[in-house]
T-cell receptor, first 112, second 112 residues
Framework: EDQVTQSPEALRLQEGESSSLNCSYT??????LFWYRQDPGKGPEFLFT???AGEEKEKERLKATLTKKESFLHITAPKPEDSATYLC?????????????FGKGITLSVRP | NAGVTQTPKFQVLKTGQSMTLQCAQD?????MYWYRQDPGMGLRLIYY???????DKGEVPNGYNVSRLNKREFSLRLESAAPSQTSVYFC???????????FGPGTRLTVL
């Protein structure tokens, strides 16, 4: 069974204090790893898709990286507007109709 | 271009009542999904429609039914609501089944 574990559950940073969010996963074969951002009372907003170990993607202050067992979402010099819950999900490569398995999310708070 | 829309935004039901949650997309995507999100748990798939004319059960289908009305619309029906169905419901779409999913704003449902 596919599993996704995100850590820490919550993270509080000072504005400008860089850090990383972790997503560890177990799948038979990875077809894609997805990062989403979710603001309170809103739907998840797509950030990145990573497909193979070594792949990296960047968007503004965010950089996502992937290894064979985990993914990191690096946040450089965060701002208060980066405060949100960050969700990680994986799709297994086995089977034609494999579905997304989501982690529980990491709640990030950035203090001014 | 609204993306993915959901109605209603909020709903309160009494145990045993029925209701239908509506989802519509203007992204011309083939696949559509219904998830529920509960505190302390990851998003869980209820039902999905990989393409127009098909529907399949997800991880937690009991107590729900779906209809893929056309390519744009995918509805979720609760025939006899139970307190355990109190949750936030999200509709999502993807160009095809294995592709990135894009989420709607959600429906917050309370069953008393």
């Amino acid at each position: 069974e596919d599993q996704v574990t995100q850590s820490p559950e919550a993270l509080r940073l000072q504005e400008g204090e860089s850090s990383s969010l972790n997503c560890s996963y177990t799948v038979s074969g990875l077809r894609g790893l997805f990062w989403y951002r979710q603001d309170p009372g809103k739907g998840p907003e797509f950030l990145f898709t990573l497909y193979s170990a070594g792949e990296e993607k960047e968007k503004e202050r965010l950089k996502a990286t992937l290894t064979k067992k985990e993914s990191f979402l690096h946040i450089t010099a965060p701002k208060p507007e980066d405060s949100a819950t960050y969700l990680c999900a994986v799709r297994d490569a086995t089977g034609a109709n494999s579905k997304l398995t989501f982690g529980k999310g990491i709640t990030l708070s950035v203090r001014p | 271009n609204a993306g993915v829309t959901q109605t209603p935004k909020f709903q309160v039901l009494k145990t045993g009542q029925s209701m239908t949650l509506q989802c519509a997309q203007d992204m011309n995507h083939n696949s559509m999904y219904w998830y529920r999100q509960d505190p302390g748990m990851g998003l869980r798939l209820i039902y999905y429609s990989a393409s127009e004319g098909t529907t399949d059960k997800g991880e937690v289908p009991n107590g729900y039914n779906v209809s893929r009305l056309n390519k744009r619309e995918f509805s979720l029906r609760l025939e006899s609501a139970a307190p355990s169905q109190t949750s936030v419901y999200f509709c999502a779409t993807g160009e095809n089944f294995a592709d990135t999913q894009y989420f709607g704003p959600g429906t917050r449902l309370t069953v008393l």
